[in-house]
Each structure stands twice: as structure tokens, then as C-alpha cells.
T-cell receptor
Framework: AQSVTQPDIHITVSEGASLELRCNYS??????LFWYVQSPGQGLQLLLK??????LVQGIKGFEAEFKRSQSSFNLRKPSVHWSDAAEYFC??????????????FGTGTQLKVEL | DTGVSQNPRHKITKRGQNVTFRCDPI?????LYWYRQTLGQGPEFLTY????????KSRLLSDRFSAERPKGSFSTLEIQRTEQGDSAMYLC????????????????????FGAGSRLTVL
């Protein structure tokens, strides 16, 4: 069964500092990986996705993530955090060409707080 | 493109009552998904439709839950005889895609989520 682990429940960074949010996945084949962000009372917004190819993927709002197969990781990074980045971040994994739709398995999320 | 729309945004009900949530997906999306999110957790898959066909249901979807997508457009999620444990955010998402899962070279199959419907059962 596929699963996602986000080991950090809460992270606090200062505005302007760099950020890395960790994500480890378990999947029996080539994973399709996603990062979503959720602001209070809002739905999930896609930040970036990895399907294949270059293992460093760029997303919206200056975020990037690197797929490391050997470590089963897909960590999210941002070089300089803005106060508006405070939100909850979810990593998700989906299946490849296995049929059955795009069912995603999400991690439990990392709550990011930005100190001014 | 107005995005995925969910109604109502908030619902407070008493235990034992029935509730229904509606989801209007992005018009050109043929797949529609329901997820449930409880406090401190990530979204959990409930069920999904391709057009009007319900293709998969999670074990989380007890007999008290029923989802429909009668004309392949909007969908409803009904919860009968609500329990306090049903209190959660119910998220709807939609996507394009063909039968057979992901298309590796396409932006299709990326889920676009609505803002959710928050249910509180007293």
C-alpha cells in the first residue's frame, strides 16, 4: 500500500530564511508525487508535481522540490520565505499507469509558521 | 473556468440527521473525487467518478454514505443518520484523464480541489 510520511508536524522559520519540508513516500512502483498548500478555510492548491524526467521540479510561488529515488524522498524547498507562505503543506503520492484513477494518498501535513 | 465549487461551505447538524453536500467540478473535467479531512490529518480518499460511473469506493465510505453524479456533471455526497465522528471537512476535486490512471507526459490527472464543506455534528 502506498503511504506518505511528513515527519515535521510544525515548522517555524523567520521571514527571509530558507525552508525545507520533508516528505518520504512508500510506493511499489514509480511514484507520481505532489505538494499541495492549504490556507485556513481553503481548499488545496497545487504547488508542484513530479511525474518523470528532471528530478528537480519548479513550482509556483518560488517553491521547488527534488525527487530522490534512493531515499524515497520528495522534499520541498524555498530559498527565502515570505510571511504569506504561512499555511499547511501536504505531500501526496499517486499511482502510475495502474488504472483506478488518480487516487492520491496524502501525508498528515506540515504546519508552517513564519516569524516576522 | 470558475474552479471547483462546493456547497454549503459550512453545515451544523444534530446527530441522526441527514446532510447532503454538492460539488460542481470544472466543466471540462470528467473525473470527480471526494475526500474527507479531519483535524490534524491529511485528506483521505472516499470515492471517485469517471463521468457518471462511480469507479471506486474507499472502506471509509460506510453504508450511511452515498455519492452520486447523475449526469456526469455535478455530484452529491449524502450522509444519513450522522454521527459525531462524521464531523470533518469534505473536499471535492476534479480532473481530466482517461481510464487507466496517470498520463506521465501530461498535466492531465492533476486534481483541482474545491474549498470544502465543513460538517459539524452536535
Amino acid at each position: 500500500a502506498q503511504s506518505v510520511t511528513q515527519p515535521d508536524i510544525h515548522i517555524t522559520v523567520s521571514e527571509g530564511a530558507s525552508l525545507e519540508l520533508r516528505c518520504n513516500y512508500s510506493y511499489g512502483a514509480t511514484p507520481y508525487l505532489f505538494w499541495y498548500v492549504q490556507s485556513p478555510g481553503q481548499g488545496l492548491q497545487l504547488l508542484l508535481k513530479y511525474f518523470s524526467g528532471d528530478t528537480l521540479v519548479q513550482g509556483i510561488k518560488g517553491f521547488e522540490a527534488e525527487f530522490k529515488r534512493s531515499q524515497s524522498s520528495f522534499n520541498l524547498r524555498k530559498p527565502s520565505v515570505h510571511w504569506s507562505d504561512a499555511a499547511e503543506y501536504f505531500c501526496a503520492v499517486g499511482g502510475g499507469l495502474t488504472g483506478g484513477g488518480n487516487k492520491l494518498t496524502f501525508g498528515t501535513g506540515t504546519q508552517l509558521k513564519v516569524e516576522l | 473556468d470558475t474552479g471547483v465549487s462546493q456547497n454549503p461551505r459550512h453545515k451544523i447538524t444534530k446527530r441522526g440527521q441527514n446532510v447532503t453536500f454538492r460539488c460542481d467540478p470544472i466543466s471540462e473535467h470528467n473525473r470527480l473525487y471526494w475526500y474527507r479531512q479531519t483535524l490534524g490529518q491529511g485528506p483521505e480518499f472516499l470515492t471517485y467518478f469517471q463521468n457518471e460511473a462511480q469507479l471506486e469506493k474507499s472502506r471509509l465510505l460506510s453504508d450511511r454514505f452515498s455519492a452520486e453524479r447523475p449526469k456526469g456533471s455535478f455530484s452529491t455526497l449524502e450522509i444519513q443518520r450522522t454521527e459525531q465522528g462524521d464531523s470533518a471537512m469534505y473536499l471535492c476535486a476534479s480532473s481530466t484523464g482517461l481510464a487507466g490512471g496517470f498520463l506521465a507526459s501530461s498535466g492531465a490527472n492533476v486534481l483541482t480541489f474545491g474549498a470544502g464543506s465543513r460538517l459539524t455534528v452536535l
